[in-house]
């Protein structure tokens, strides 16, 4: 059959021009007239558990909130990480310590919102509406949406505070139990955030108090648009925020749990940022020249804890040969890959506390293994490294340093088993006390160093299940408590000098690492800021 | 006709009460309370279980359970996910939209490229054309359609930077929700933008459609160029030649029509098929769909939503595959249909 009227390449161009032309249509890659909606989108790794930090004290959780929708009284400057106004323009502290009074801002709108529109400013009302909340166990409040606070309760904040007055419309009174000078810094955390007593009043009247932590009102830059589990969360910025702000219209956290689908989409241009690159990341963020990588040294500390109820590891000798037998340097260069700088204490060398001339633990097997043999530790002696199933900034791979310690404790005539549990299951076992040893580590909520000594190493620690050496110590407790009685830096100073010289004798946990923060974002973003004290901030990105 | 009808709706209710039924059953097989794996309700007060249980009769028989539980499945209440804690029938609803349209889409791009060319070949029968496009139809056909997905992402989103490799539309737009299909949603919102947003959301279905579409668009073509085949070498289209008509008004008159009336319902029922493939690009290319909406269900172990996540997508295959099959009845009584596509 003659098929000549059928030129086969124009049919073949006919459909295949069909193809592309569908397939292409409205594909015109940044062309000059395409153009996005003015916003920011940030790959975060999670779902926010809430809308409220004081709720909550998750990485996830903090950052979708703390600094997008709310202020806090006070903050801290992300550079000199002094404690700088926040919604208090100013403050006073009394003579003997004890009474703080707030002068707050005037004219500071709360957001108006599809669900809220504010009659009033915010006020010493939402002060006493906000503090009350955690403080009072009888206010309305209390009890909404589970009614714990972690990491007020973790800092003993609310036993603190003895009372709160409104003095008058833009002036609070705070009055303490006792002087203590990391008050302020608590206040300035991600934690202590300022809530709409309007709102609150409202959602009580209409019977559904459990909306003001699933569609919040703040004061911050960005309000509540919408959340959808494991998709988004959409903000948009508040147009009377009373600070300065970027011209940002929108502001969206893309939940993208997988690091490398995250990756991805920084590539393509899918996120203008993203949360949490890892160390394996790391080099190919330095090489794209579209992308910019971002480090600085991180408020926190990776260590290896003993379980000093346990013996033979209530022995301070045996701890300190542990210690002995492990080669530091090659844990750095192993698990870190140079992003991390070795720690000789708990405390980062970015805080004031630091002391820079303190003696760490040196790597030396023989002398290990002889001081264990003298305290009763026989060749062939069996002991568990618990290492943390999850990536974490100051430890990105547990496992792999349990398997490098298991081979220098070998060297000393140690067998060491390696444990991992499901994180939350690791958690609550370890809660327990069953382990002997556990690696895993702080990230600083405050530039105050309290935030290390006290929640790591305190007696009262134990049972809010931050002392994972379980690690009780008179003389530690009573150096710390005196700490917080002074005010001026180098007072303070010197009881933490005494505190690290006795951690650094009695040993009862090993200082590994403080491991560097990073963030990647695109080039054309600017305004991002490494926060060291916690959740990221989005006031002042924006994009060209 | 009353009878085709009738048969295949009876056919369609008795498998839909066995979907059911599994369904059902899967609440008590699966771990965990049988009324928490039904309603998705945990943590409820002593009082609240007690409200639960007599609303789902679970006091009564086996058989009552089970009415109480199709009565809630058809007043819209399936239940909760256990992760979300959001009603599984909206949410099951938007994502079963997001996955019949990228299903719609692929379909039209088989459609459009698989028809010509498989009609090319068929009309090219035995000579280079038809074996070059055979033997690029094997391959399309063997790529299997997640190494497709994952071939696409790294050549043309992060080494070209062509395409998005995530989501319907960029988040930046905030489309509302009308009728799930973005598209429609887009053209039906008063977003000011609208052009743009419309831009960048056909930009976000390119991938994953051409993924699915490859294997498709061959099968499309092969039973195309067969059906050519057999109808040019047919007796009639003889006697048309006979009759001194050129080739191409007899392709035009006879042929055309006679080849595509025994496939086009075969290639209606390539559905079905496109919609598990797009089950699996869907998780490749975050695609919110019923696909990646049940891996993650299945991750989370959230009972609620896979029960209802499963009996979601079935029923719809089986209603889309026994209408379908009732209205070629219908229509063509005869069952000219070729049996076996890859010939």
């Given amino acids: ?544 | 006709m009353l009878k085709i009808i009738l048969r295949h709706v009876s056919l369609l209710i008795l498998t839909l009460f066995i979907l059911s039924f599994f369904s059902f059953s899967l609440a008590y097989l699966f771990p965990g309370d049988p009324l928490v794996n039904l309603t998705g309700i945990r943590d409820s007060s002593e009082q609240g279980y007690a409200i639960l249980a007599q609303q789902y009769a679970m006091q009564d028989s086996f058989l009552s359970q089970y009415w109480q539980y199709v009565n809630h499945l058809f007043s819209g209440n399936w239940g909760l996910s256990f992760s979300s804690g959001l009603p599984l029938a909206e949410e099951i609803s938007r994502s079963l939209a997001a996955s019949v349209e990228l299903s719609a889409y692929a379909l039209i791009v088989s459609f459009v490229v698989g028809l010509p060319l498989g009609f090319l070949a068929g009309l090219r029968h035995h000579k280079l054309t038809d074996f070059a496009l055979l033997t690029t139809s094997v391959i399309g056909y063997s790529i299997p359609v997640f190494w497709a997905a994952l071939i696409a992402i790294l050549i043309f989103s992060i080494q070209l930077g062509w395409f998005p490799l995530s989501g319907r539309i960029s988040l930046l737009y905030d489309v509302p929700y009308q009728t799930g299909f973005i598209l429609i949603d887009i053209l039906l919102s008063d977003l000011p933008d609208k052009e743009f947003a419309f831009k960048d959301a056909l930009r976000h279905l390119v991938l994953p459609s051409v993924s699915i579409a490859i294997v498709t668009c061959t099968i499309v073509m092969r039973i195309t160029r067969r059906s050519v085949v057999e109808v040019m070498s047919s007796e009639y289209i003889q006697a048309a030649y006979a009759r001194g008509l050129s080739p191409r008004q007899v392709f035009l008159r006879h042929g055309v029509k006679n080849a595509l009336i025994p496939i086009l319902p075969l290639l209606v029922m390539q559905f079905t098929t496109l919609l598990t493939n797009a089950m699996i690009v869907e998780t490749i290319f975050s695609w919110p769909g019923i696909g990646n909406g049940l891996i993650q269900a299945i991750y989370q172990r959230d009972f609620p939503a896979i029960r209802a996540g499963m009996l979601a997508v079935s029923a719809l295959v089986l209603t889309f595959t026994i209408t379908i099959d009732m209205v070629i009845q219908i229509f063509d009584p005869a069952g000219r249909r070729p049996e076996n596509a890859t010939s």
């Fill in chain 1, 1 to 544: 059959m003659n098929y000549a009227w059928l030129p086969s390449s124009t049919v073949m161009f006919v459909s295949m021009f069909v193809t592309i032309s569908l397939t292409l249509i409205g594909c015109s890659p940044e062309s000059s007239e395409y153009q996005h909606p003015n916003g920011i989108i940030y790959c975060s790794e999670g779902n926010p558990v809430s809308f409220n930090p004081q709720l909550d004290t998750s990485g996830t959780t903090v950052d979708v909130s703390s600094h997008q929708i709310y202020d806090r009284l006070l903050d801290f400057d992300l550079v000199t990480g002094e404690i700088i106004s926040g919604l208090a323009s100013s403050w006073m502290t009394s003579v003997d310590g004890l009474t703080y009074t707030f002068q707050l801002r005037k004219d500071i709108a709360f957001h108006s919102t599809g669900y809220f529109t504010p009659t009033r400013s915010f006020d010493a009302d939402d002060v006493v509406f906000s503090f009350n909340r955690w403080r009072d166990k009888n206010h309305p409040y209390h009890d909404v949406s589970g009614g714990r606070y972690p990491y007020i309760n973790s800092v003993g904040l609310g036993d603190l505070i003895s009372d709160i007055k409104r003095i008058n419309r833009y002036r609070v009174e705070i009055t303490l139990v006792r002087p203590e000078s990391s008050f302020l810094a608590n206040l300035a955390t991600d934690f202590s955030i300022i809530l709409s007593a309007e709102y609150a009043e409202k959602l009580a009247a209409a019977g559904t108090p459990d909306l003001i932590d699933t569609h919040p009102v703040g004061t911050g830059p960005f309000k509540f648009n919408s959340f959808r589990q494991d998709r988004y969360v959409r903000f948009d910025a508040h147009p009377k925020y009373w600070r300065e702000r970027s011209t940002t219209q929108q502001l969206i956290f893309d939940i993208t749990p997988s690091s490398s689908l995250r990756l991805a989409k920084l590539m393509t241009g899918e996120c203008d940022s993203m949360a949490f690159p890892t160390h394996s990341q790391l080099d190919i963020i330095r090489k794209r020249k579209e992308l910019t990588l971002d480090e600085k040294p991180g408020l926190n500390v990776g260590f290896w804890a003993f379980n000093t109820t346990r013996p033979p590891f209530d022995k301070p000798e045996v701890r300190r040969a542990l210690a002995m037998a492990i080669d530091k340097n090659a844990l750095m260069e192993a698990i870190y890959f140079g992003s991390a700088i070795p720690a000789t204490s708990i405390i980062p060398p970015s805080s004031w506390a630091f002391q820079p001339d303190t003696r760490s633990s040196t790597f030396n097997p023989l002398a290990a293994a002889k001081l264990l043999r003298e305290n009763g530790v026989e060749e062939g002696f069996s002991m568990t490294i618990w290492a943390m199933p999850v990536e974490r900034a100051y430890n990105p791979n547990a496992m792999k340093m349990a398997e490098l310690m298991q081979r220098y404790l070998r060297n000393v005539g140690i067998d060491a088993n390696i444990v991992s549990y499901e994180w939350s299951t690791f958690r609550a076992r370890l809660n327990q006390g069953l382990h002997d040893s556990v690696l895993i580590g702080w990230s600083a909520d405050n530039g105050d160093p309290d935030n290390f000594f006290r929640p790591l190493l305190t007696c009262s620690a134990i049972d809010s299940g931050t002392n994972r050496a379980r690690w009780c110590s008179k003389e530690y407790d009573k150096l710390i408590d005196q700490a917080l009685n002074y005010t001026a830096q180098e007072d303070r100073a010197y009881f933490y000098s005494k505190a690290i010289e006795l951690i650094n004798e009695q040993m009862p946990l090993m200082p590994i690492a403080h491991a560097f923060r990073y963030q990647a974002y695109r080039d054309n973003v600017t305004g991002i800021e490494i926060n060291p004290y916690g959740g990221i901030q989005f006031r002042n990105v924006s994009k060209q």
